[in-house]
């Protein structure tokens, strides 16, 4: 039993050396930690069965053991975005979502409402690729997702789309450039599992 709960411990202290998961909508190829500092985490190519997203009033769902981060949404409108210059517009990054911080480590559920940032093509019916750029205090990592953009698909509610963090802190939002909306406020947070509490589980 005492394994278990060392086994148990071990891996939450593996997790922390870990970066960020995009958890939804689905990302282009499995995880690999490394290649996170690579565009689109190392995958450059989009994949051929897209996820159907909601034109409005969609979230992303990301997981990281960072205490304390940034991240951000860009957007390409490219059939097959594979470069950096795919997601950016007369020389401007095409930024969905602005970058805004959270104190927090945890599992996030963010708004990502496409339609509100009005950029051209993105339309129903339209196959655009979303590139998650995240900053934890050791450079930027990415990791991108593949999406077919629909008006019918019904969005999230605020019941089934939660955050769970490690600690109290509050959230704060960036509202400048595209996107401007609000930030992970307007949903649930819970405390999450602690060490303690994971051993015991065990126990």
């Known amino acids: 039993m005492l394994f278990s709960v060392l086994a148990a411990l071990a891996l939450c202290a593996t997790s922390v050396n ?3 998961l995009l958890l939804s909508p689905v990302p282009r190829g499995e995880f690999v930690e490394d290649n996170e500092v690579n565009f689109c985490g190392g995958y450059n190519d ?4 897209r996820s159907t997203f909601p034109l409005s009033g969609g979230s992303f769902s990301i997981n990281t053991p960072h205490i304390g981060f940034t991240v951000g949404v860009l957007l390409s409108t490219e059939k097959d975005p ?3 210059e795919s997601f950016s517009m007369n020389g401007t990054q095409t930024f969905v979502r602005d970058y805004a911080k959270e104190e927090d480590a945890g ?3 963010i708004p990502l409402d ?3 940032a009005k950029i051209p093509g993105a339309v129903d019916g339209a196959n655009v690729t979303i590139q998650v750029v995240f900053q934890g205090g050791d450079g930027n990592l990415y990791q991108c997702a593949d999406l077919t953009l629909s008006s019918n698909l019904t969005a999230v509610s605020n019941a089934s789309c939660t955050n769970t963090t490690t600690s109290s802190s509050s959230s704060t939002g960036g509202n400048s450039g595209v996107g401007q ?3 992970l406020s307007t949903f649930a947070t819970a405390s999450a599992l602690s060490l303690a509490g994971l051993a015991a589980a065990f126990l």
């Not at 989009?46 to 069965?49: D, E, G, L, P, Q």
């Open 18 to 20: 870990a970066h960020f």
């Open 46 to 49: 989009a994949v051929s069965n």
């Open 82 to 84: 594979n470069s950096w």
């Open 107 to 109: 599992t996030f559920c």
């Open 114 to 116: 496409i339609a509100a």
């Open 181 to 183: 909306l609000e930030y």
